[in-house]
């Protein structure tokens, strides 16, 4: 099975601040890596997938990148609806896994 | 709009059975793949199972196998999971999702398993 090893597991952060979240993976998987946003009560949704394929609809704030098994969410300017929890995912192969997620939460 | 609509889900005792449903509408249903995600109480997200278009190919978490199954009725634009033998630990809210990259999500269902 590919492990996917998403850090940090938690940030405090600031309106307007830059933020990254990065995600490895246990084996190469090309680009079939996404993120997703998930806030408290709500399903997840999909912000990036193929690692750097902005979502219709999700703000240019939003980025991703990497191949192989290093990957990496960027925020470039953190603004108050952002304040959730993140997670990326390979759709390489099943098992299909999940990171840890990553809450980023207010400082 | 792409919609995934889930019923389903409740309180069981530890051991018994219990079916989720997911109603598509908005899309062709039979042309995707569709998965079931879950998320115990205060933690992350967990895949489940998935099933290929036609439904001929089907995969399932190690932690389900044997006990859960997913089907679909295409011609019902419907996905399911049965889930059988329940424990404690399978205690989530459960998710439908369209695609490997999952872009569309039914709302969730919470499974509760107690005595």
């Known amino acids: 099975d590919i492990q996917t090893t998403q850090s940090p597991s938690s940030l405090s952060a600031s309106v307007g601040d830059r933020v990254t979240i990065t995600c490895q993976t246990s084996?190469?998987?090309?680009?079939?890596l996404n993120w997703y946003q998930q806030k408290p009560g709500k399903a997840p949704k999909l912000l990036i997938n193929?690692?750097?394929s902005l979502q219709s609809g999700v703000p240019s704030r939003f980025s991703g990148s990497g191949s192989g098994t290093d990957f990496t969410l960027t925020i470039t300017s953190l603004q108050p609806e952002d304040f959730a929890t993140y997670y990326c995912?390979?759709?390489?192969?099943?098992?299909?896994?999940f990171g840890g997620g990553t809450k980023v939460e207010i400082k | 709009e792409v919609q995934l609509v889930q019923s389903g889900g409740g309180l069981v005792q530890p051991g018994e059975s219990l079916r989720l449903s997911c109603a598509a509408s908005?899309?062709?249903?039979?042309?995707?793949?569709m998965n079931w995600v879950r998320q115990a109480p205060g933690k992350g997200l967990e895949w489940v199972s998935y099933?290929?278009?036609?439904?001929?190919?089907?995969f399932y978490a190690d932690s389900v196998k044997g006990r859960f199954t997913i089907s679909r009725d295409n011609a019902k634009n419907s996905l399911y999971l049965q889930m059988n033998s329940l424990r404690a630990e399978d205690t989530a809210v459960y998710y439908c999702?369209?695609?490997?990259?999952?872009?569309?999500w039914g709302q969730g269902n919470l499974v509760t398993v107690s005595s």
């Open positions: 908005g899309f062709i249903f039979k042309t995707f793949e």
């Open positions: 193929a690692a750097s």
């Open positions: 999702a369209r695609g490997t990259s999952m872009a569309h």
């Open positions: 099933i290929s278009s036609r439904g001929d190919d089907i």
């Open positions: 995912q390979q759709s390489y192969t099943t098992p299909l896994t």
């Open positions: 084996q190469n998987i090309n680009i079939y």
